[in-house]
Nanobody, 126 residues
Framework: QVQLVESGGGLVQAGGSLRLSCAAS????????VGWFRQAPGKEREFVAG??????????ADSVKGRFTISKDNAKPTVTVYLQMNSLKPEDTAVYYC?????????????????WGQGTQVTVSS
């Protein structure tokens, strides 16, 4: 069973920073792209950022460009994907999920992702 372990969520004031982590075995990622998504209460799950296995290609939602940075550490046997979130806003409040894609390239569609973490809560107070 695929297991993605997320950590790093919490409560922060507007303008603050958090770093989320998503760890799994190298076999779990299996050369696929990895994405971060988020879901706020009453809203659909939305794409936040994605990165290819090599780490050379990244993509971001317009709402987080310039504030969030996705990166990954391919040190075996555990691979960790990070989401550095700076200049946080109250509208960034959501449960954040790490997910492994079914494809090599980054996709923004949740349906293109085959494995999901349990989610970590991020709350930004005004």
């Amino acid at each position: 069973q695929v297991q993605l372990v997320e950590s790093g969520g919490g409560l922060v004031q507007a303008g603050g920073s958090l770093r989320l982590s998503c760890a799994a075995s190298a076999r779990t990622f299996s050369y696929a792209a990895v994405g971060w998504f988020r879901q706020a209460p009453g809203k659909e799950r939305e794409f936040v950022a994605g990165i290819t296995w090599s780490g050379l290609n990244t993509d971001y939602a317009d709402s987080v460009k310039g504030r969030f940075t996705i990166s990954k550490d391919n040190a075996k046997p555990t691979v960790t994907v990070y989401l550095q979130m700076n200049s946080l806003k109250p509208e960034d409040t959501a449960v954040y999920y790490c997910a492994v894609s079914s494809f090599v390239l980054v996709s923004m569609k949740p349906s293109d992702f085959r494995s999901w973490g349990q989610g970590t809560q991020v709350t930004v107070s005004s």
